[in-house]
């Protein structure tokens, strides 16, 4: 398994990339909704990666919302 190891993201640099309050992460996170997350020790942290990836299925879903 190849695993790129790359700069890991906090809450904050996450909230403000999506420009949303930490809080709505922490809300989606307890939800199961949002960009996938990991957990290092008890601090949480994302990957750039996962977080784009969510950024493209919510494009994904517009257009299908949009194509009716």
């Given at each position: 398994m190849d695993i790129n190891?790359?700069?890991l993201l906090t809450p904050t640099e996450v909230a403000e990339i999506l420009s949303?309050?930490?809080n709505t992460l922490a809300a989606w996170r307890t939800r199961r909704q949002g960009p996938l997350f990991i957990r290092?020790?008890?601090h949480v942290r994302y990957r750039r990666v996962d977080?784009?990836?969510w950024?493209?299925?919510l494009v994904?879903?517009?257009h299908h919302w949009m194509a009716g």
């Amino acid at each position: 398994m190849d695993i790129n190891i790359e700069k890991l993201l906090t809450p904050t640099e996450v909230a403000e990339i999506l420009s949303v309050p930490e809080n709505t992460l922490a809300a989606w996170r307890t939800r199961r909704q949002g960009p996938l997350f990991i957990r290092v020790g008890i601090h949480v942290r994302y990957r750039r990666v996962d977080i784009e990836a969510w950024m493209a299925y919510l494009v994904d879903q517009g257009h299908h919302w949009m194509a009716g």
